[in-house]
């Protein structure tokens, strides 16, 4: 289960607050993606990044900030705009060969937020 | 925007059986369809994907089917088993780019002894 962390595990936040969610890789990976599970919601993608300084929104990223300074890092914060940030959060990662094929994503082993 | 749907949201079946889950995705450009397995409090882990330029692939119980033309894909799984009962996402890569998936939104599979 290694190569790609999460940190923390559990993650409890006052509502109103800002908090940021790691995700480090250690596959030299070049893309990277952060993805919402809910109950019966399936993965619903917020950001991606395929390189380094460079990253697209997803379905839904309003109340959600990115960066990627780094290729094995690609931090999530969640802001106070985000209206129910109370969810299982999963970050993965891909090659990207920069041909038309999409790739296998592994994925980490997520961090749960609840905010009171 | 772009869209997966996945049918049946949950599936019971017993210990031997067959089980078929079916996704259509609405974007004609995507290219890769990847089938994903997370059981409870774990993370998603690929089982199987195919690519646009092929109909079926087979791995031992398991096989997905591609139809480009009506945009929809299945994955079957032969003689099921207790440890085959998860929750299986499918999802479709969005775009030419072909890095971002798009899933639906999971069928819950139990198998029964």
């Known amino acids: 289960d290694g190569g790609i962390t999460q940190s923390p595990k559990y993650l409890f936040r006052k509502e109103g607050q800002n908090v940021t969610l790691s995700c480090e890789q250690n596959l030299n990976h070049d893309a990277m993606y952060w993805y919402r599970q809910d109950p019966g919601q399936g993965l619903r993608l917020i950001y991606y990044s395929q390189i380094v300084n460079d990253f697209q929104k997803g379905d839904i990223a309003e109340g959600y900030s990115v960066s990627r300074e780094k290729k094995e890092s690609f931090p999530l914060t969640v802001t106070s705009a985000q209206k129910n940030p109370t969810a299982f959060y999963l970050c993965?990662?891909?090659?990207?060969?920069?041909?038309?094929?999409?790739?296998?994503?592994?994925f980490g082993p997520g961090t749960r937020l609840t905010v009171l | 925007g772009e869209n997966v749907e996945q049918h049946p949201s949950t599936l019971s079946v017993q210990e031997g059986d067959s089980a078929v889950i079916k996704c259509t995705y609405s974007?004609?450009?995507?290219?890769?369809f990847p089938w994903y397995k997370q059981e409870l409090g774990k993370r998603p882990q690929l089982i199987i994907d195919?690519?646009?330029?092929?109909g079926e692939k087979k791995d031992q119980r398991i096989a997905v089917t591609l139809n480009k033309t009506a945009k929809h894909f299945s994955l079957h799984i032969t003689e099921t088993q207790p440890e085959d009962s998860a929750v299986y996402f499918c999802?479709?890569?969005?775009?030419?780019?072909?890095?971002?998936?798009?899933f639906g939104k999971g069928t819950t599979l139990s198998v029964s002894s």
């Open positions: 993965a990662s891909s090659i990207h060969s920069g041909g038309p094929w999409g790739n296998e994503q592994f």
């Open positions: 974007d004609s450009a995507s290219n890769y």
């Open positions: 999802a479709a890569s969005i775009g030419q780019a072909g890095t971002a998936l798009i």
């Open positions: 195919i690519r646009s330029n092929v």
